[in-house]
Every structure is written in C-alpha cells, then in structure tokens.
C-alpha cells in the first residue's frame, strides 16, 4: 500500500490551495479515506474523511466551511481543497486509508487509530 501526497507549499493568508493522494496497493473501492494534520509541538489533528460509498463526508470544528474533500474512484486519489487558509493551518497534511471495508459504506472515520495506512505528509505553510 502507498499513499503519496502532494500540493503542499507556502501560501498567504486568505489562499486557497489545493492537497492531493495518489493511492495504490489496496482495492481502492472499498476503502474511506481521511486527512489529517501535524503542527509542531502539537498533537495530530482530525481534519477530514470520507466514506467508502455516497460521498458522507466529516470536517473538524477548525476547518468546517472553508475545506472541502473528495475522492475520485477512478484515479484512486482523495483530494482536500483548503480555502481562506489561515497561519493556523500550517502543518504536516497526512492522507490515510482504512482497507477492506465492506457494507460499511456510509461510515466517516474521524479518529486516527480507524486507519491502516499513511502516507508521508505534505508541508503546508501559511504565512500572515
């Protein structure tokens, strides 16, 4: 399984930018996906997830109204476009992956220990 993330770089308060995951080595399918995010010195933090089916979707309480995900099933990527970013938002974004989900289609994982996989993060940085 590998998740490769990209997108990430430096950009002013008020951007807009856009993160995405190219995945591979799993049945893409029939997995959610999830971003998270790691500032220094801080915890990793919920930022977003979506369900394997019908597109339910899950925003934490920092980024609700200005971020949105998606997941394109047919290039196996999960996308999260960041809107009227903040200094606040500066931080490692991590894409995860929990596998082999079946029936559970509707089901939104917002805490970290769901997932199975990881990719390596992407710096996002946000100046005033």
């Known amino acids: 399984v590998e998740l490769v993330e990209s997108g990430g770089g430096l950009v002013q308060a008020g951007d807009s930018l856009s993160l995405s995951c190219a995945t591979s080595?799993?049945?893409?399918?029939?997995?959610?996906l999830g971003w998270f995010r790691q500032a220094p010195g801080k915890e990793r933090e919920f930022v977003s997830a979506i369900s394997r089916l019908y597109g339910h979707t899950s925003y934490g309480d920092s980024v609700k109204g200005r971020f949105t995900i998606s997941r394109d099933n047919a290039k196996n990527t999960v996308s999260l476009y960041m809107n009227n970013l903040k200094p606040e938002d500066t931080a490692v974004y991590f894409c995860?992956?929990?596998?082999?989900?079946?029936?559970?289609?509707?089901?939104?994982?917002?805490?970290?220990?769901?997932?199975?996989?990881w990719g390596q993060g992407t710096q996002v940085t946000v100046s005033s």
């Open positions: 080595g799993f049945t893409f399918r029939q997995s959610a």
């Open positions: 995860a992956v929990k596998v082999n989900l079946y029936g559970t289609g509707m089901t939104v994982y917002t805490d970290s220990s769901w997932y199975d996989y």
